[in-house]
Structure formats: structure tokens, C-alpha cells
């Protein structure tokens, strides 16, 4: 009993010699991190953002290139921050950011939002990091610098007199962009989205898939090809898919121009033998062979047809919801009921990666956040690898693109497998696997009454 107090002093001792040791090596950390950076032209408050995420240990487990402290290399140790690590990476990866600052680039959405979140939350540092780590705990003033740097990043993006002074700042924005288009191309890509003569025995066309009367979906499980074949995985909706930092639920399209050239030649869907078959078909049509050369000096061609097409969806924008309304300052456009399913859609955290214009399409993110989605559900297959398949990176597994939830209620199923068969369902399971949360009917009753306020319009004419 007499050597106790000396125990405890030794093992007092030795963490605080361990915790100055590893204060020291964050300080350096920080200063090379500082020192290496070259912010172009950023204002002060961007400046200040920048120097907290830099200073208080964020680069350790959000990114992947980081010099780690000793302790890193000792058993047990190792073990509990590689998973730490992974975990943080999937979640919350911030090179990009950080990328993005220094180059005087407009900042993702996303990534705004999820700083965000965890300020308010308090949810970073986590405490058993800052066990360690005491110089990285953040004061009040410096969650002051982030959230008000999230807010100015949001307004540089909004055109101004346009959203009501009390939603300026959300995460979530009413559509105000159109995207400048060729008229004449658009009218030839709303001719070709409709032709069946894109696919191999003249029965599908785009739109028998992402059909305008339908949601831009074809609300089943998955899509049917020619000659009744199915697809492995649902379709997502063609509507706002302009917003889209890229296309599929992988993500292996660029660009509208690339998915549109990806059906035709699909044996699953389209089912074209080549291109060489499609051009061939379409040149024997005298009219679209005109309309071809006034707008193309090489007139039918694979480029030229995808071309055409993707210049079309460009035009599949859905502004004007009742939300849109409510976010610009009518008041009345949203019921009480459906003011508090926005509420609780923000506190649920879903705001976090339906974010922007589209409320979505800007990020992948990973199925199974809190909850092992998969494992749940059972029968894994290719399809599930989401991201992974296109990136080949083990952090991309079950990673799939956030989608839009506008016109949400009009496109069920649900998720890119269609397990979720109503809003009501979708919405249950993404607070459980994606926040942790169990809601009650009530709750998530409302959130859906909120949903149902997306539909917006098309050619003057709201969605049904």
C-alpha cells in the first residue's frame, strides 16, 4: 500500500511527460502545415478558418497524408487509431478543402456542412483523442471563426435580394441557377431522348427509363432493357441531374455527355451493338439528318448525339417548389406541420449531405454511416461496392452519391438497391443507419410532410 502513491505518481508522471511530448510534436506539426500553405488572396476570417483546421490536429485523422505522433507505432495504440482513422477518412476526408482554400476555389457545400454540424454538436475533437491532445481542444472562439467562415462561404454562392434574411444562411437553397444552353441543340437532345432508335431493336428509348411524366424515374426496382432484361440497380431521376458533381450512383460518368453515352451501348439496357448501328439508323432520317448538320459541321456522330442530349437535360430543372417559396419569403407556402418536418429534417441532420440547389448529387457518401447497412440487409453484390467499383479505393466501398431529393416524393423506391418502397421508410432508415437516430411516426411523418413540398416545376407546370 505504501508504494501506491508512488505508482500513481509514476503513471501521472509519465502521461503528462507523454502529453507535453505529443504537444510539442502537434506545434510542429501545425507550423509546417501553416508555413507550407500559400492561401491566394483569401480574406481574413478564411485565413482564420484555415488556421484552426491546421492547428488543432483535424489533418491526423481527416486526411491521408499526415505525419502521425510516436505513439501511433505502438501496439494496441496502432490498432485503435487505424481504425480511428479509417472511419474519419470514410466520414469526412478534408484534403479537398484544405485544396480548395488555398486555391481561392469555392468550398464544397458539403464539406461546409459538416463542419457545421460537428461545431454545433461539439462532436470534434473527440474527448478520447484530447486525452492526448490538449492543445487541439477548440475554444468557443474558434468555433465562432468556423461557423461564421461556413456562413460567409454560403452567401458568396447565393445571388443576392433573392433568399429571405432568415434562411441566408441555410445549408439548403431555393434553385436560382439555369444553366445556359444551345436552343437549337436542346430541341434536337428532346428529340433524341425520346428516339428508340438509340437502342438495338428500336423499343427503348432514355426515356423509358428516366420517363418526365414519372419523376424523370420509371418507379420500379430496377430498369427493363430490351428484351425484358433488368438492370442491377435502380434508376436515379434525370431531373436536376445537371446539379450533379458526377453521374451514376458510382460515379464512372464525368459529366451529362458521358452518362448519355452510356445506355446505348449497355447489353442490359439499350442494348446497341456499336455506334457505327445507331448513326446508321438515324442518317436515313432526312429531317434529324438536317437539324445534325446546321448544328454540327460533322453531322451524326456518337459525340454530336451525346452531345445533343445532355445540352437537353441541362433544361430538366425543377425551381419553384412551395419550398422555394418558403426559403424566398412566403411564409404560407409551407404548412405548420411540414415547417416542423424542415426542422426536424435540419436536427436529424439530413441537411448535412442534401445540401445546395439540388439537395444532393454533391458528394458520396457511405451507406451505413452508424449501422452496418449491408451486413443488415444481406446478399451483397457487386452492385453495393457503390464508389469502390469506379475508384478501386478501399475508402470508397459502399460509398454511393448522395441523391437529390427534389421531387422526392414522386421517385420511389428508395436508394440505389430500391429496399426503401415509401418516403415513409426512406426516411426511417437513413436516420438509423446514416445518424444513429431512432425517430418516432410522428417524426418521421413530418419530415415527409416536408419532402412532399420539393415537387417543383417543369415548363411552367408543377411535378405530379
Not at 505502438?74 to 474519419?88: G, S, W
Not at 436536376?240 to 452510356?262: K, M, P
Not at 446478399?379 to 454511393?400: A, C, I, L, Q, W
Request: charged content about 25%; some cysteine.
Amino acid at each position: 500500500m505504501k508504494k501506491l502513491p508512488l505508482v500513481v505518481g509514476a503513471c501521472v508522471a509519465g502521461y503528462l511527460a507523454t502529453v507535453f511530448i505529443v504537444d510539442r510534436f502537434d506545434a510542429r506539426i501545425s507550423r509546417q502545415h501553416l508555413a507550407s500553405a500559400e492561401l491566394k488572396g483569401q480574406d481574413n476570417l478564411t485565413t482564420q478558418a484555415f488556421e484552426v483546421l491546421n492547428g488543432n490536429g483535424c489533418q491526423y485523422c481527416h486526411t491521408s497524408s499526415s505525419e502521425l505522433p510516436f505513439y501511433a507505432s505502438l501496439p494496441v495504440a496502432r490498432q485503435l487509431m487505424e481504425k480511428d482513422i479509417e472511419m474519419a477518412q470514410r466520414q469526412f476526408n478534408i484534403e479537398s478543402l484544405l485544396a480548395s482554400v488555398q486555391q481561392g476555389q469555392p468550398v464544397s457545400e458539403v464539406d461546409l456542412a459538416k463542419i457545421e454540424s460537428v461545431m454545433q454538436d461539439n462532436a470534434m475533437p473527440p474527448n478520447l483523442y484530447l486525452s492526448m491532445h490538449w492543445r487541439s481542444r477548440l475554444s468557443d472562439a474558434e468555433k465562432g471563426v468556423l461557423l461564421d467562415w461556413v456562413k460567409a462561404e454560403r452567401l458568396k454562392r447565393q445571388p443576392a435580394g433573392v433568399v429571405a434574411d432568415a434562411f441566408r444562411h441555410e445549408a439548403v437553397q431555393p434553385i436560382t441557377t439555369t444553366f445556359p444552353v444551345n436552343p437549337a441543340k436542346v430541341a434536337l437532345g428532346d428529340k433524341l431522348y425520346h428516339d428508340t432508335r438509340l437502342s438495338g431493336d428500336d423499343t427503348v428509348s432514355c426515356a423509358s427509363c428516366h420517363a418526365l411524366d414519372k419523376g424523370g424515374v420509371d418507379r420500379l426496382d430496377v430498369s427493363v432493357g430490351v428484351g425484358g432484361s433488368k438492370g442491377p440497380i435502380n434508376a436515379p431521376t434525370v431531373f436536376n441531374s445537371a446539379f450533379n458533381v458526377h453521374q451514376f450512383w458510382d460515379g464512372r460518368a464525368a459529366d451529362l455527355q458521358e452518362q448519355a453515352g452510356g445506355p446505348p451501348m449497355n447489353p442490359l439496357e439499350m442494348a446497341s451493338t456499336s455506334w457505327q448501328q445507331i448513326v446508321g439508323k438515324l442518317a436515313q432520317d432526312a429531317p434529324l439528318s438536317a437539324e445534325f448538320a446546321a448544328l454540327y459541321p460533322d453531322g451524326i456522330t456518337a459525340k454530336n448525339i451525346t452531345d445533343a442530349i445532355a445540352e437537353f437535360e441541362k433544361t430538366l430543372v425543377t425551381p419553384n417548389s412551395r419550398f422555394d417559396l418558403f426559403l424566398k419569403g412566403q411564409s404560407d407556402a409551407l404548412s405548420r406541420v411540414e415547417q416542423e418536418g424542415y426542422a426536424l429534417f435540419k436536427e436529424a441532420k439530413c441537411a448535412t449531405c442534401h445540401v445546395g440547389e439540388a439537395m444532393g448529387g454533391q458528394s458520396f457518401e457511405l451507406m451505413g454511416v452508424k449501422k452496418d447497412y449491408f451486413a443488415d440487409r444481406g446478399n451483397v453484390s457487386e452492385v453495393d461496392h457503390g464508389r469502390y467499383n469506379v475508384t478501386k479505393d478501399p475508402k470508397d466501398m459502399h460509398r454511393f452519391k448522395v441523391p437529390t431529393l427534389r421531387n422526392v416524393a414522386l421517385t420511389a423506391p428508395y436508394f440505389h438497391d430500391a429496399s426503401a418502397r415509401t418516403l415513409e421508410e426512406a426516411v426511417d432508415k437513413m436516420a438509423e443507419y446514416q445518424v444513429g437516430v431512432k425517430l418516432s411516426k410522428d417524426e418521421v411523418g413530418k419530415i415527409v410532410a416536408f419532402l412532399n413540398t420539393l415537387n417543383g416545376q417543369y415548363q411552367g407546370k408543377t411535378l405530379q
